[in-house]
C-alpha cells in the first residue's frame, strides 16, 4: 500500500525559506516506476503543480512562478523527496501536498493525476 507522509511548513516571513519532506512507503525511488511530485493549494484556487520528477530516469519539470527559487530532490537511500522553497512570497502561502503516480515514463506532468497524496501541510508567508 503506497503511503505518503509529509512534514515541515509552517509560518515563515517574505524572503525565508521552508524545507518539506514526504516519507514515501510501499515502493521504492530506486525502482524507477513511480513519478513524484509537489502541488500547492491557496483558498479559493485550484490546486496547482509546483515540481514534479518522472518515474523512469532522472528529468524534473518546475511550475513557472517558482522556478529559480524552489528545488525538489529525492533521497533514494530514505525513499523520502522534498520540496526546497526559497525567497518565499506571500503569494506561495497554501496548503502543499506531495504525491506520486505509478508511471514508466521519462517525463513527468503538473497536472493533479496522481493516484497517491499526501496529507497537506500548511505554508504561510506574512510578515
Known amino acids: 500500500q503506497v503511503q505518503l507522509v509529509q512534514s515541515g511548513g509552517g509560518l515563515v516571513q517574505p524572503g525565508g525559506s521552508l524545507r518539506l519532506s514526504c516519507a514515501l512507503s510501499?515502493?521504492?525511488?530506486?525502482?524507477?516506476?513511480?513519478?513524484t511530485g509537489w502541488f500547492r493549494q491557496a483558498p479559493g484556487k485550484e490546486r496547482e503543480g509546483v515540481a514534479c520528477?518522472?518515474?523512469?530516469?532522472?528529468?524534473?519539470l518546475y511550475g513557472s512562478s517558482v522556478k529559480g527559487r524552489f528545488n525538489a530532490s529525492r533521497d533514494f537511500t530514505t525513499d523520502t523527496i522534498y520540496l526546497q522553497m526559497n525567497n518565499l512570497q506571500p503569494e506561495d502561502t497554501g496548503v502543499y501536498f506531495c504525491?506520486?503516480?505509478?508511471?514508466?515514463?521519462?517525463?513527468?506532468?503538473?497536472?493533479?493525476?496522481?493516484?497517491?497524496w499526501g496529507q497537506g501541510t500548511q505554508v504561510t508567508v506574512s510578515s
Open positions: 504525491a506520486a503516480t505509478y508511471s514508466r515514463y521519462r517525463w513527468c506532468v503538473l497536472s493533479a493525476a496522481y493516484d497517491h
Open positions: 520528477f518522472s518515474g523512469r530516469g532522472d528529468n524534473s
Open positions: 510501499g515502493f521504492s525511488l530506486s525502482s524507477y516506476t513511480y513519478a
